[in-house]
């Protein structure tokens, strides 16, 4: 009887002592993360994305043009992919076809993926962006479909690599600060170089996410800033300021992949610019910042992931009319000439003028530290008030999974110029936005915090 009793007693205790084993190595297995890269340099010379003033298509490379891809899984097997790209920006229609693919190969939801690009205005144009500033003829515009297509089954294969590669990992996070964007709305590009000091509001910091495996060795690191990459204009490939700085932190960390993502930078550009010898100071700079960065203390996150995602109905101003078309027609040349040709030709036609548009707003939790992505070029004034809600170690990204306009405030609206409404007519889109812009899209951030269980004081 006793040797029975002990023996229960010993089997009880080993059950225990497995179970708490089995609870200790789930705790221990921490983070795993997996990273990849693909160049998305053209083969070819193709007409070159950002700005109308071009009149020929690309002359050679600086650098290559670069996809990469940053798995997350936590310590419940929850995935996320961070992609980031040396383009201008990635239309819906095209990011949606690359999401669907990687929902159906990888089970990716949209919640788990956050599309950026880097707003260079050095790289390619794409299918159905921004058509209308570039005198394109047949064979160019097949050659955008071409590179399209491939582009779309690259990004797949991107993240089936990254997959591929997921081992246990460390991932920290923290700020770091330069200073050379410059608010472009509120201050004279032609005169920076006599003023003694800057106006208008700029986000000056520099998000950083370190990824090192077990034994210290860095696998990658992401990191962003708040500014337009048109340091050049010329007619060679590059990633811009933001292409210079991940060469460098790579060259400091061989073997690392150093991924660049955009804020809200609608607003902001790098002054002075126009040339190369600029564009490699700005990168240089911000490979310090981040290096800075990693050799301080920061917080290494819990493997604990939440994501979120919706797309909130933001609405258009009314139309003008044929009759202020003509008029605009009569009077003005270039993009703006075009996108009234284009309305009157969807009016007489009979086609649907959009009155609304479905923006896309996402919430990530890694750890304690809070990311949220925005669609389109908002300007830095939403990343501002965005960290007053939820503090400044907040990462705020803009040009995310869709960037089919810039997003301005209401102030800014009210303002006009080109981020309040011409922009939208390069856009193709039909009006400005309505004053409801901004309240709809800081209540859906607040709504997908809430859904992820984030707590944040009242913000009214």
């Known amino acids: 009887m006793k040797k029975n009793l002990v023996l229960i007693i010993f089997l ?86 690359i999401r669907n693919r990687l929902e159906k190969s990888f089970q990716l939801s949209r919640s788990q993926i956050i599309f950026n690009t880097s707003h260079t205005h050095s790289g390619p144009v794409l299918q159905d962006a921004l058509h209308a500033l570039y005198p394109l003829n047949a064979q160019q515009k097949e050659d955008i479909r071409v590179y399209t297509i491939k582009f779309e089954a690259q990004i797949e294969a991107l993240v089936k690599k990254a997959l591929n590669s997921m081992r246990p990992v460390n991932i920290s996070t923290q700020n770091g600060i330069t200073r050379f964007a410059v608010n472009r709305r509120n201050n004279i590009e032609n005169k920076i170089d006599a003023q003694t000091d800057l106006k208008g509001p700029s986000d000056y910091a520099v998000p950083v996410i370190r990824v090192s495996d077990k034994q210290g060795k860095v696998l990658a690191i992401a990191f962003g800033y708040a500014c337009h990459n048109t340091v050049l204009s010329g007619y060679e ?85 044929k009759e202020e078309l003509n008029q605009m027609i009569s009077k003005e040349n270039g993009y703006i000439r075009n996108w009234a040709l284009e309305m009157i030709r969807k009016y007489e036609k009979g086609e649907r003028i ?23 070029e908002p300007v830095v004034d939403y990343a501002i008030k965005l960290k007053k809600i939820f503090g400044p170690d907040l990462f705020v990204m803009g040009y995310s999974n869709d960037v089919m306009a ?25 009006a400005k936005w309505k004053e409801s812009i901004e309240p709809l899209i800081m209540g859906e951030v607040l709504k997908l915090s809430k859904e992820i269980g984030i707590t944040v004081p009242d913000s009214k």
């Open 12 to 97: 009880s205790l080993t059950i225990v002592s497995c179970q708490n084993l089995s609870a200790q190595d789930k705790n221990q297995s921490g983070w795993k993360a997996g990273v990849a890269s693909v160049i998305i340099t053209p083969e070819k010379s193709m007409w070159m994305a950002g700005f109308a003033a071009r009149t020929r298509p690309s002359e050679g490379k600086l650098h290559e043009l670069w996809a990469k891809a940053l798995v997350f899984e936590d310590a419940a097997g929850k995935k996320a992919v961070l992609i980031t790209t040396d383009l201008s920006g990635i239309p819906k229609s095209i990011s949606e076809k």
């Open 354 to 376: 959009l009155s609304n548009y479905p923006y896309p707003v996402q919430f990530w939790q890694l750890g304690n530290q809070s990311l949220v992505a925005l669609g389109g």
């Open 406 to 430: 810039y997003i301005p405030t209401v102030e800014i609206l009210r303002e006009g110029g080109y981020e309040g409404h011409t922009s939208q007519m390069a856009f193709g889109l039909p």
């Open 237 to 321: 490939w590059s990633g811009d300021y933001a292409g210079y700085a991940q060469i460098q932190v790579e060259k400091v960390h061989p073997g690392a992949t150093a991924l660049f993502f955009q804020g809200c930078g609608g607003n902001q550009n790098a002054l002075p610019r126009k040339t190369v010898p600029l564009a490699k100071q700005y990168g240089q700079e911000l490979a310090l910042v981040v290096e800075a960065v990693l050799e301080g203390e920061m917080r290494e996150l819990e493997p604990r992931l939440k994501t979120a995602y919706s797309e909130v109905s933001i609405e258009f101003e009314n139309p003008p009319g």
